[in-house]
């Protein structure tokens, strides 16, 4: 395992998110990979996708998930 240190962290509070931030890992023709954290008890607010996105979620501790979209 390789642990990488993420920079360019940035807080995201758009669109009624709270507790959240993004930090850009790959960006290569068109196709780009970011690293979300939500802190506990944080929101990422409903908002329009700018670009084809594909959700992975990964938690090293106990969470809960709820999805109030289509």
């Not at 998110?17 to 939500?38: E, Q, Y």
């Not at 008890?41 to 979620?57: D, E, F, K, L, M």
């Amino acid at each position: 395992m390789r642990l990488l240190a993420l920079s360019g962290e940035q807080t995201v509070e758009r669109f009624g998110s709270t507790g959240r931030t993004a930090s850009p890992l790959v960006r290569v023709d068109g196709c780009s990979v970011t690293s979300l954290r939500v802190e506990p008890g944080g929101v990422i607010g409903r908002h329009p996708a700018t670009q084809p996105q594909c959700w992975s979620s990964s938690t090293a501790h106990d969470s809960a998930f709820q999805w109030n979209g289509d």
